[in-house]
């Protein structure tokens, strides 16, 4: 069965970096787009950024790009979120997801199809 774990989120400062990793098991990890979304309490989930299943395109939102990074790792089956210059509006937690493979556009959740628990960042101010 498909299983994707993030681990990484914790508590930091702002200004300060964390690297969100998610590990994904049960499935040819290097075949599928990937993607990182965040929710807040009260807030929908929102888009964060996107990578190509070849790692060689990506794609963010306006409130992360410049600061967030995304990549992968297809060997180890791992996607990662390098986060900088975080702020206090970061503040959520991060899912990783597994787009399907015709459904577009990746910045919405309806296009992914297996997505993980979670991993809370707070960032105070």
């Known amino acids: 069965q498909v299983q994707l774990v993030e681990s990484g989120g914790g508590l930091v400062q702002a200004g300060e970096s964390l690297r969100l990793s998610c590990t994904a098991s049960?499935?040819?990890?290097?075949?599928?787009?990937m993607g990182w979304f965040r929710q807040a309490p009260g807030k929908e989930r929102e888009f964060v950024a996107t990578?190509?299943?070849?790692?060689?395109?990506?794609y963010f939102a306006d409130s992360v790009k410049g600061r967030f990074t995304i990549s992968r790792d297809n060997a180890k089956n791992t996607l990662y979120l390098k986060m900088n210059s975080l702020k206090p509006d970061d503040t959520a937690v991060y899912f990783c997801?597994?787009?399907?493979?015709?459904?577009?556009?990746?910045?919405?959740?309806?296009?992914?199809?297996?997505w993980g628990q979670g991993t809370q960042v707070t960032v105070s101010s």
């Open positions: 997801a597994l787009a399907s493979s015709y459904a577009f556009p990746r910045s919405a959740p309806g296009a992914y199809r297996y």
């Open positions: 990578i190509s299943w070849r790692g060689d395109s990506a």
């Open positions: 049960g499935l040819t990890f290097s075949g599928y787009d």
